[in-house]
């Protein structure tokens, strides 16, 4: 299973940016706003091959409301410098993604 998941990320890391990727670890991160949990969950480490902006980048999954798999893949370029700060800056896109709605 763990495999699959794994690989399922690389290939959004390859559709996403472009470049191949190498899994590297997992990092915990239990993210808080507000007195709510937003993230409790896994983010995995990736060392990317030949992209031209970033040598990592984080990346995780979490299935829709239709129970279907969706992967995230951010790139480690600044302001990103962790799982951490990953998962803050796509929780901030979703939101004001949703402002536009």
Known sequence: MKTDYLKA???AIRHTHGCAST???TIPVREDF???VVW??????FDLDQHPAADQCYAWGYQDDAGE???VAV?????VESPVTAIRA???AQQEGRKDT
Do not use: A, K
């Open 40 to 45: 409790d969950g896994e983010v995995e480490v």
């Open 69 to 71: 798999l969706q992967c």
């Open 90 to 92: 796509y929780i901030l």
């Open 34 to 36: 507000g007195g709510y």
């Open 75 to 79: 790139l480690r370029v600044s302001p």
């Open 23 to 25: 899994h590297v670890g």
């Open 9 to 11: 990320l690389q290939d």
